[in-house]
């Protein structure tokens, strides 16, 4: 038990309401920033309100309740946003053939607009963006630090842009 001013607090976590009230604001502006909706904020908001309260009787196996509501948000949009990937590529797909040449000069395109770019700055676009290698295991490819890999991929995506 600790004292803080005239208040004596203890290391039980706050009930589900003190919480809710005092992260709801916050994980509602955090969620609307990232998906850009005010509907969409509100709804992955209570989903992760919900499967906290799901887990209230177990808070204590928890160490951060405040860390795993903001966890399971950013899980629900990034599952949403996947599905929402999957779903657009199966439209497109059934909306229209792809042609073949189309493809070959796609990556014709590619290549020379890559060819354009520093050596590392292409390697680190080719292996983060292409490959699907996270920034760390791009960096033990190429031998420096993933610091160095997103700045080099954020450089060669700006030097893209520009073209």
Do not use: C
């Amino acid at each position: 038990v600790e004292l803080h001013g005239d208040r004596e607090t203890s290391a039980v976590p706050p009930s589900f309401d003190d919480l809710f009230l005092d992260q709801h604001d916050r994980l509602y502006r955090a969620l609307y920033f990232i998906t850009g909706s005010s509907a969409d904020a509100e709804e992955l908001m209570q989903d992760a309100f919900l499967k906290l309260w799901e887990r209230w009787d177990r808070i204590h196996a928890i160490d951060d309740p405040v860390g795993y509501l903001f966890r399971v948000a950013m899980n629900g949009f990034r599952m949403r946003a996947r599905r929402a990937r999957v779903a657009a590529r199966r439209v497109a797909l059934l909306e229209s053939p792809r042609d073949p040449y189309d493809d070959i000069e796609l990556r014709d395109d590619v290549r020379r607009m890559l060819l354009g770019l520093p050596p590392r700055q292409r390697a680190a676009l080719v292996l983060t963006e292409i490959f699907g290698y996270s920034s760390e295991q791009a960096a033990r490819i190429l031998g420096i630090r993933p610091t160095t890999v997103r700045v080099l991929a954020s450089q060669g995506r700006t030097a893209l842009r520009a073209r």
